[in-house]
């Protein structure tokens, strides 16, 4: 796995330092609340929540050890936001987090730097987006995700789910992303949001293809659990 921080890879540089013991990969534990039920067996799902990520890593400089110590604590800035990205053979995702910590044993034979990078949001992403096709077919490869769309003014679907505005032939873009659903009119960025109409539903690209109707123009960036 190559790993990057920024435009800069972090992985394959044996003069500097080695990259070991890279953790939080994989997909993070839910969080599952339940109450029990009363005189019935069993008990009733309360709640379920995925947390941030923690992303560790540990690394061992080798010649140099000052130098190469001293270019990670650059690489990784305490308390500010890193963009970092992971490739493998199969999939390439990002991920922004904030820099927790960056301990160095510094009284051993063999220094080594462990790295702890807390991500609120706990997905990791596609680099690019992915644009729907002519006919209006987006193909995704991650999980079920939502969809940033331009309208000239009527309604948008996604085959199950329809969202549309009280008033017409009004030029608007679309974001039906977890954590940023918006609505603003092209051109000059004014919210729409208190002119959705009743019933309106976000419109959502499942897992494989998905056919978005009366979007001009429409885009996902995939996302993930784990690689």
């Known amino acids: 796995m190559r790993i990057y921080i920024g435009d800069e890879e972090l992985t394959n540089r044996p003069d500097e330092w080695q990259v070991t013991d890279v953790q939080g990969l994989s997909p993070q534990d839910a969080a599952v609340t339940t109450s029990d039920r009363a005189w019935l067996d069993g008990a ?3 709640g379920a929540r995925i947390g941030a990520r923690t992303i560790s890593l540990t690394v ?6 000052q130098e190469a110590r001293l ?5 990784f800035p305490l308390k500010e936001a890193v ?9 390439r995702a990002v991920a922004t987090g904030f820099v927790k910590r960056v301990e160095c044993d510094l009284y051993t034979a063999r220094q080594s730097v462990e790295v702890e990078v807390i991500c609120p949001d706990p997905y990791l992403y596609a680099p690019s987006p992915v644009e729907a096709d002519s006919g209006g077919v987006i193909r995704n490869p991650g999980l079920p995700v939502g969809i940033v769309a331009e309208s000239a003014g009527g309604s948008v679907g996604d085959g199950e789910r329809t969202f549309s505005l009280t008033t017409t032939n009004v030029p608007y873009v679309l974001d039906s992303r977890e954590g940023s659903k918006s609505v603003k009119r092209q051109g000059t960025g004014t919210s ?4 959705i109409a009743s019933g309106s539903k976000w419109p959502v690209a499942g897992r494989g293809e998905t056919t978005i109707t009366g979007a001009t ?3 996902i960036v995939p996302r993930w659990l784990g690689i």
Request: charged share 20%; no cysteine; proline share 10%.
């Open 192 to 195: 729409l949001m208190s002119s």
């Open 83 to 91: 963009a970092m990205r992971f490739e493998t053979p199969l999939r």
């Open 217 to 219: 123009s429409a885009y």
């Open 71 to 75: 270019a990670l604590y650059d690489l």
């Open 44 to 46: 009733t799902l309360t």
């Open 60 to 65: 061992y400089p080798e010649d140099g050890p």
